[in-house]
Every structure is written in C-alpha cells, then in structure tokens.
C-alpha cells in the first residue's frame, strides 16, 4: 500500500522566494498534519485538518505560512516569501483520526539560501 | 512545562543490553500513547502503540503508568539496527484528541 507521498523530496531556493510543498496522505485517512524538524526546536506540529478543514494552526510560525487541503487526497504548505530561518525538513502525517497513530511521508529537506 | 519530556541521553550500550526509556507527560487527559523510532534523516516511525495493560512486541516491551503520568519501553537484547533516536507520543485530552505531543526524543547507540 503506498504510504504518505510529500514532494519534492528536496528543495534549494533563495531568499524571498515562494516554496511550495505538497503531500497526498493515505487513503482514506481522514486526518493530516503538517510538522517541521530542525535540530534546535525539535519536531514542531505546524498544523492539522480533519476532513478537510483546518483545526489547528496554532503552530504556524507566521502569516508567511499557509496550508491547503483542497480534497481527502492532497495538501500544500506554502511559504511566502521564504527567509533563510524556515530551512528545515517539513513533514506530512496522515492517520485515520481519533487517537490512532500518524503515519509520516519521507519529508521534504528544504534550504533557503 | 513541557507535555512530553524524555531524557536526551545518549543511551551507549553494548550488543546483547538490555535498556529502558522513560517518558513522563503532562495531561492527565490523555488518551492515546505511542513509541516512534527515527533513524537520522529519516522520517519517525511508529514502533508500537502503549495499552493500558503493558504490551510486549518480540524485544520490545511498553508500559504506561497512569497514575504517575509516564510511559516506558524496554528494549532487550539490543541489536544494532536499534541504533536510532526513540519518540514519546502523547495524544492531547479532550477536543485535542488528533494532537499528537512528542517528546524530544532519546539516542541510543548500542555498540558492537
């Protein structure tokens, strides 16, 4: 069965740019989550959706930062305009909701230059 | 203070040890708790969900204290392919229920 899928799997931009990383969670997973992973901070939920809607985004940094989840099958985190600061592994989870474990896509290694 | 503290280690053990890990959390309303294994630069995976009663998976063992608020996991017979940094998950209570909590995570090394 295919797990999470996140693209791309890296990502080189400079500063100021916008980057836009995508995820299609496991199907018929009803719960996503978007996280980031740096060696300072640690893995930091950014935000989720439940069926769609976003529940909590009490974790985005910034208005820099935005997320989508347009249907049950795709989500893009978007960063606009970039800073050198967000350069970090972001991470997509999809579980089937209350409670159950999150299964994690491979991440996308971003570097703002 | 934190919901999930674990202890950063480094854990270095030999091959054959036997570990344990520790995890204390802070929401008594938690419902839901997870080991995860993350190998460097790699994404974290579920190792094995934590039951009330204690649950055993060939070498690895958790428990879940409810009353003293943590959690542990017991490794035997280290292999080297355990080399890897270990999660604590905590699920939030109430309307939080999806939120996952992790701890910071352990390091162990177990050496030839």
């Known amino acids: 069965d295919a797990g999470v899928i996140q693209s791309p799997r890296h990502e080189v931009t400079e500063m100021g740019q916008e980057v836009t990383l995508r995820c299609k969670p496991i199907?018929?997973?009803?719960?996503l989550f978007w996280y980031r992973q740096t060696m300072m901070r640690g893995l930091e939920l950014l935000i989720y959706f439940n069926n769609n809607v976003p529940i909590d985004d009490s974790g985005m940094p910034e208005d820099r930062f935005s997320a989508k989840m347009p249907n049950a099958s795709f989500s893009t985190l978007k960063i606009q305009p970039s800073e050198p600061r967000d350069s970090a592994v972001y991470f997509c989870?999809?579980?089937?909701?209350?409670?159950?474990?999150?299964?994690f896509g491979d991440g996308t290694r971003l570097s703002i230059l | 203070r934190k919901e999930v503290e674990q202890d950063p280690g480094p854990f270095n053990v030999p091959e054959g040890a036997t570990v344990a890990f520790n995890c204390t959390y802070s929401n008594s309303a938690s419902q839901s708790f997870f080991w995860y294994r993350q190998d460097c630069r790699k994404e974290p995976k579920l190792l094995m969900s934590?039951?009330?009663s204690g649950n055993e998976d060939g070498r690895f063992t958790a428990q879940l204290n409810r009353a003293s608020q943590y959690i542990s996991l017991l490794i035997r017979d280290s292999k080297l392919s355990d080399s890897a940094t270990y999660l604590c998950?905590?699920?939030?209570?109430?309307?939080?229920?999806?939120?996952?909590?992790f701890g910071s995570g352990t390091k162990l090394n177990v050496k030839p």
């Open positions: 989870a999809s579980s089937l909701g209350r409670n159950q474990p999150q299964h």
């Open positions: 199907s018929g997973h009803n719960s």
């Open positions: 998950v905590v699920t939030g209570g109430g309307n939080n229920f999806n939120k996952f909590y």
């Open positions: 934590v039951y009330s």
